[in-house]
């Protein structure tokens, strides 16, 4: 119902559309009809690839996806390398950007008798 509603309302056109896709299974040999998939709204169709058109919407239920629920996830040693890798340049950083123990900055420093400024006592 309130599926419908919305569809009245705000209506996709469907016009991103992924290529067709086929189920294989690993030997290649395709096990399932062939479907395209609205990039806007993620509704599935059926694909007819004799005559290229879109067919009815498939309803596809979280059970049955293109990825296996059982593969591997990656590591996350990227984030990890990252963080490795920053440290060193944080304090090297650091230490670049620290005034010097016998350098005097700000107002307390003149200019020598002569150079610019206050010509000095005359």
Request: glycine share 10%; proline share 11%.
């Amino acid at each position: 119902m309130i599926d419908t509603v919305l569809n009245l309302l705000f209506r996709c056109a469907h016009r991103r559309l992924t290529r067709p896709v086929t189920p294989v299974s690993r030997a290649g040999v395709p096990h399932g009809e062939t479907y395209v998939v609205c990039l806007d709204c993620g509704k599935q169709f059926s694909y007819d690839l004799q005559e290229m058109r879109i067919g009815k919407v498939i309803d596809r239920s979280h059970d049955a996806g293109v990825v296996p629920l059982e593969v591997p996830q990656p590591r996350k040693t990227k984030l990890r390398y990252a963080f490795w890798a920053a440290v060193p340049l944080a304090v090297v950083l650091s230490a670049a950007l620290k005034p010097k123990p016998g350098a005097k900055s700000g107002p307390e420093e003149q200019a020598p008798p002569g150079k610019g400024g206050d010509p000095g006592p005359a």
